[in-house]
């Protein structure tokens, strides 16, 4: 088995079909067949089968394409790993990062980064810990910052809390109520809000309970920052967001803080990567960066 059959088989796994996958890596469909029937012979079981929409994984492949994403990621880390220590400033690093991890660490770490690791391809997906779960487990994404996941992260990852966190309310500047100072006093409002689960509805109504307070309605679930920064700025709703994004420019002159009395609880936000593997210099690198300006975020409290 040759590092190249791995490659073609996930190539056609993710574009959806051979024509597809050999336009991809810059090959002959013939040879990309060739290729994987190469695979299936010493495998000795089918790893594609063609639909009427494309060609897609047998159950067989399925389960062979998840030990071979692992086993092609970790080929590469070594390379640029050994790279790396040699004195080479090239790879990739991916990374997940959520908006709080943008706007409080991410900012901070970038410049020093690409001066230690100018020629590092620098893949920033921005989510939140559910979504990226599985490639973390593959070695598809480095490392994840972000909000804490409820529950933690799967048995073969680690999580380090990097600080603890608080949301504030937000709303567009001039808006009827941006003078109350309780949350009771928003309870007629509309709210847009983000969430972390599958359960936004119930995230949000947890933190008015707390309080002995009913829930007021939620209007719009957003599934990134541009959706409620939108809707709270263009509308009367508010929202809960983590108190880091008073400092961004992303909302200066347009959104501004209702100062409730209560002290609202975010999630802590956390650095979650594989066990067993050690990142590339290059990522860990990062991680040391968005480390620092953490540090600061513990010694407010």
């Given at each position: 088995?040759?590092?190249?059959?791995?490659?073609?088989l996930l190539a056609i796994a993710e574009k959806g079909s051979i024509n597809s996958a050999a336009k991809h890596l810059g090959m002959a469909q013939p040879a990309l067949s060739r290729s994987v029937r190469e695979l299936e012979r010493e495998i000795g079981v089918p790893l594609l089968e063609r639909q009427p929409t494309g060609t897609v994984l047998t159950p067989m492949g399925i389960l062979f394409a998840r030990r071979a994403t692992s086993a092609v990621n970790e080929l590469r880390r070594a390379r640029e790993e050994v790279q790396q220590l040699q004195g080479s400033v090239?790879?990739?690093?991916v990374a997940c990062v959520s908006s709080v991890a943008h706007i409080a660490l991410l900012s901070e770490a970038l410049s020093p980064f690409y001066h230690a690791y100018p020629n590092v391809k620098l893949r920033i997906i921005e989510g939140v810990y559910p979504v990226v779960e599985a490639k973390l487990k593959s070695g598809s994404v480095?490392?994840?910052?972000?909000?804490?996941?409820?529950?933690?992260?799967?048995?073969?990852?680690?999580?380090?809390?990097?600080?603890?966190?608080?949301?504030?309310?937000?709303?567009?500047?001039?808006?009827?109520?941006?003078?109350?100072r309780s949350l009771a006093e928003l309870i007629d409002a509309s709210w847009v809000t983000t969430s972390i689960t599958d359960h936004a509805e119930a995230e949000f109504s947890s933190v008015f309970a707390s309080f002995g307070l009913p829930a007021p309605r939620l209007s719009i679930q957003a599934e990134s920052a541009l959706t409620w920064i939108t809707a709270v700025a263009s509308?009367?709703?508010?929202?809960?967001?983590?108190?880091?994004?008073?400092?961004?420019?992303?909302?200066?002159?347009?959104?501004?803080q209702i100062k409730v009395q209560e002290l609202i609880a975010a999630p802590a936000i956390v650095l979650i990567q594989r066990n067993a593997i050690p990142p590339t210099p290059a990522a860990e690198y990062l991680c040391d960066m968005m480390r620092r300006p953490a540090s600061r975020y513990n010694l407010e409290k």
């Open positions: 088995m040759k590092l190249h059959h791995l490659r073609d090239h790879g990739t690093v480095d490392f994840y910052i972000g909000a804490a996941p409820q529950g933690g992260p799967a048995p073969d990852l680690q999580m380090v809390k990097l600080f603890d966190n608080t949301r504030v309310v937000l709303c567009r500047i001039g808006h009827p109520l941006s003078k109350a509308t009367d709703m508010l929202t809960m967001s983590p108190v880091q994004w008073l400092d961004s420019p992303l909302i200066k002159g347009v959104i501004s």
